[in-house]
């Protein structure tokens, strides 16, 4: 079993509520990760695109992973600006442009991306 947040297989845990959940993950992916029951079905993006080979992270420029997991996130507008969760987050995009300025790196667009940024679990501070 594959892991939703890494990636990679040997992932065992399930302990999802919802009925029909197919979430599989590592113990220490989640822990990580810090999701919990609340959260867990609101780190999945509901846009069904996978990442052209060589995409690269519109943040940091560097690659990101072949298809959509936890770490890797694409604009729900466009569809072609992708970027890894850290770097949107932890990098210092969110914290930094606040929730009247975070836009989408390429397209701009303001609110259905900072919506989509809300519900994947990013924080946006009020400035």
Request: net charge negative.
């Amino acid at each position: 079993q594959c892991c939703f947040i890494c990636g990679r297989s040997g992932a065992t845990i399930t302990s999802c509520y919802e009925t029909d959940c197919g979430l599989i993950f590592h113990l220490p992916c989640a822990k990580e990760a810090g999701l919990s029951h609340s959260t867990l079905h609101h780190t999945e993006q509901a846009v069904e695109m996978t990442p052209e080979p060589d995409t690269k992270c519109l943040i940091c420029l560097e690659p990101v992973e072949d298809r959509k997991t936890f770490n890797t996130l694409v604009c729900p507008v466009c569809k072609t600006a992708w970027f890894h969760r850290d770097c949107i987050q932890a990098g210092g995009q969110a914290l930094h442009t606040g929730v009247l300025s975070l836009q989408c790196p390429l397209c701009r667009n303001k609110q259905e991306f900072l919506v989509d940024m809300f519900l994947m679990g990013i924080r946006v501070p009020f400035r």
